[in-house]
């Protein structure tokens, strides 16, 4: 026999020269890969930014007034200014153009009221009325007089206080107050279409919703609420304030009512309860004491105030303060926001000062993401997250915590499902099957990970969802029958006859036997129980339970493979020498093989653990798609992927909504690299303990 010796100086230049081009082709891989993940973080940072500025006022050229009187209404619309005073009423150019000859009124009015979208105006001229519009085309305004320029007078005697709400396009509704009463009236195409007297009623402040259908009433410290029908008003409730009213106004949407008086501003909206809806007192904003006046915007839930001496504050429904504030010069006596509430007009004796305002996303906090918010009509608060709804003025709801309790319920369920299907199988193939068995199972097992999620989403939410329902205590005791079943054919096994009990193929016989026994369990049950799953008050067929027994079978190849490849990867040298030294084949496995291998096991976990998080399609089909943060085992959810998924097409490019959703797959990714960073440092420990008791015995 002749032996080939390798010279101790051999050197294969070719070997090397491939070597480093593979070491260097890696490395440059695996820069690019880290440089694309830095890359795709901070483009996710760039879209979330802008959710973070700070509101910004940008002052712009004063303009000088040519009525010095003071002004009983003001407005904006584009680059197109209007303002009513006593006597007359003129459009006013904001960028510096001449503007329009100033239109005379029949008669020196004396108080206004305006409508909710600042469309419509309301003259009170010693008793009489006359409703005017203030239009704007392309630059240019026109003053319009849906009822004709003669004042109306009202057969119930003068007005006194009065409110206007816009029921559509060509109607209006009135509330006013009379010698004999509250008079509400109902005016369409020039014409009274409905007149409804509430005799004796006394209001100093009377308050219209935006759709006219809630009239609200104080006198002293009682609030009064009449709900308005064609047929007539009914008295709804009655409240007792704190304080005096100042003032009344009504956010956009027509829910929020705001209520001013000397402790500040408070808001107010209906719950319903036994007796219907009630107004409840919600929280009063800080800093909104001393306030001089208070202007809503036409669109949305945000308003101002304003002091004498220049103080200005900005206000949104769902913060507990001012979202801005700033000190402008003394002797301010009207604001007023545009449309879009991107521009506010202050006026001061005899000039307007125009600003720029920088406010896109009024209702976004970080505080709205994470803690309870008490949202419209809402009996408490919670977390919420419903981003839009039929109608226009919805306030939209962006609260992450349902997604994200969400996530962690189904990753988790699906990796306590997976985690001892997957360990046991992977101990068993690597330490006990035989090797011609273990080349056709290890394969077969990983050929499942080949499978589509979106196949095993639709599955599961087409054919799994059904039977669960109807079998679902069969499916509660299986792991236990499986459990007792194994735990009895241990037993049972040294019984049976020699050439059965063939070391490695016990498979053989056990897995006809698991089948049998779990297609006994989740027949039997059936039958006495039949679908239990309908008749659960709170059971909903896509549920947590289903989404995690799918998403578990999904995830055992991937744990199944990396654990059995790190067992695997156990020098059989220390399981030789355990086996040698009088150890069985069960201690070997648990005292030096498992430790030896934890760390690839715990790295197999986690690896399935971050899996299970960023899955999108099993969640999204096998669910309700239900965002609540609340629920059990039989109740639905919603993941952040599945969430990003759903809502992403239709988020229109930079609102609010679209970058929230980049802000919840920020938060994904995030958690995700902080997963598998902590799972590596763990990893890297686990490897360095065990190898050092390796290297000591």
């Not at 998403?551 to 695997?568: H, Q, R, S, Y």
């Amino acid at each position: 026999m002749s032996i080939n010796r390798i010279p101790v100086h051999f050197s294969d230049r070719r070997r090397r020269a491939v070597d480093r081009l593979v070491r260097r082709l890696v490395t440059a891989c695996g820069v690019g890969i880290l440089l694309l993940m830095l890359l795709l973080f901070f483009w996710l940072v760039a879209v979330v930014l802008p959710l973070f500025s700070a509101p910004a006022l940008h002052a712009q050229p004063a303009q000088q007034l040519w009525d010095r009187s003071p002004a009983l209404a003001i407005g904006v619309e584009g680059n197109l200014g209007w303002r009513i005073s006593r006597s007359e009423a003129r459009f006013i150019p904001l960028d510096g153009q001449p503007a329009a000859e100033a239109l005379a009124l029949p008669g020196e009015a004396n108080a206004a009221v305006t409508s909710s979208d600042n469309r419509s105006v309301l003259l009170n001229m010693n008793g009489e009325l006359l409703l005017m519009q203030p239009r704007v085309h392309q630059q240019h305004g026109e003053w319009v007089f849906p009822f004709g320029h003669r004042p109306l007078r009202l057969l119930q005697g003068a007005v006194t206080t009065m409110a206007l709400a816009t029921v559509d396009d060509q109607q209006w509704r009135l509330a006013l107050q009379t010698p004999g009463g509250i008079t509400l009236v109902t005016l369409r195409d020039s014409a009274t279409v409905t007149q409804i007297v509430l005799p004796h009623e006394q209001a100093d402040r009377l308050l219209l919703s935006p759709d006219g259908s809630l009239l609200f009433a104080t006198k002293g410290r009682l609030l009064n609420v009449w709900q308005i029908s064609a047929s007539g008003a009914q008295l709804r409730e009655t409240q007792t304030l704190s304080q005096p009213p100042q003032s009344l106004h009504m956010l956009a949407g027509g829910r929020t009512l705001l209520i001013q008086d000397a402790q500040g501003i408070s808001q107010w909206f209906a719950i319903v309860g036994d007796q219907g809806p009630r107004l409840h007192a919600i929280h009063r904003y800080a800093s909104s004491e001393q306030a001089q006046g208070v202007v809503t915007e036409p669109q949305r839930r945000v308003f101002a105030t304003f002091t004498a001496q220049g103080g200005v504050r900005l206000f949104a429904s769902k913060q507990a303060g001012p979202i801005l504030t700033r000190q402008l010069a003394p002797g301010i006596t009207a604001l007023a926001f545009s449309a879009r509430g991107d521009r506010l007009i202050v006026e001061r004796a005899g000039q307007w000062q125009p600003f720029v305002l920088d406010n896109p996303w009024p209702d976004f906090t970080w505080r709205n993401l994470w803690q309870k918010i008490w949202y419209e009509n809402y009996p408490q608060p919670d977390w919420v997250w419903q981003s839009t709804a039929a109608g226009d003025s919805y306030q939209a709801k962006f609260s992450l915590v349902p997604m994200v309790v969400g996530t962690l319920k189904a990753a988790a369920l699906a990796l306590l499902f997976a985690t001892p299907l997957a360990l046991a199988a992977a101990m068993y193939t690597a330490w006990f099957m035989s090797p011609g068995l273990r080349r056709w199972v290890k394969p077969g097992i990983e050929m499942m990970g080949a499978l589509p999620s979106v196949v095993v989403g639709l599955i599961a939410g087409v054919w799994l969802a059904p039977h669960i329902s109807s079998a679902l205590p069969g499916v509660l005791l299986l792991p236990l029958v499986l459990a007792a079943t194994l735990l009895l054919c241990g037993q049972l096994t040294p019984r049976l006859p020699a050439r059965w009990r063939r070391p490695g193929r016990e498979v053989l016989l056990l897995m006809p036997l698991l089948l049998a026994v779990t297609l006994v369990t989740l027949w039997l049950p059936a039958q006495l129980w039949p679908d239990v799953g309908a008749r659960l008050a709170h059971y909903e067929q896509r549920n947590l339970l289903v989404a995690a027994l799918a998403m578990g079978f999904a995830l055992v190849p991937l744990i199944f493979t990396l654990a059995e490849d790190a067992l695997f990867s156990v020098p059989a040298a220390l399981g030789q020498g355990s086996l040698a030294l009088g150890a069985t084949p069960w201690q070997t496995l648990t005292r030096v093989v498992l430790p030896g291998a934890s760390a690839g096991i715990f790295a197999a976990l986690m690896i399935g653990f971050g899996r299970a998080v960023g899955e999108t399609m099993i969640v999204l089909m096998a669910t309700g798609n239900t965002p609540v943060s609340e629920g059990g085992l039989f109740a639905g959810l919603r993941a952040l992927s599945a969430n990003i998924a759903i809502e992403m097409p239709e988020a229109a490019a930079g609102s609010a909504h679209y970058r929230i959703l980049f802000l919840s797959a920020l938060v994904l990714l995030i958690f995700t690299l902080v997963i598998n960073t902590v799972a590596e440092l763990i990893r890297q420990r686990l490897r360095q303990r065990y190898s050092q008791h390796e290297a000591q015995g």
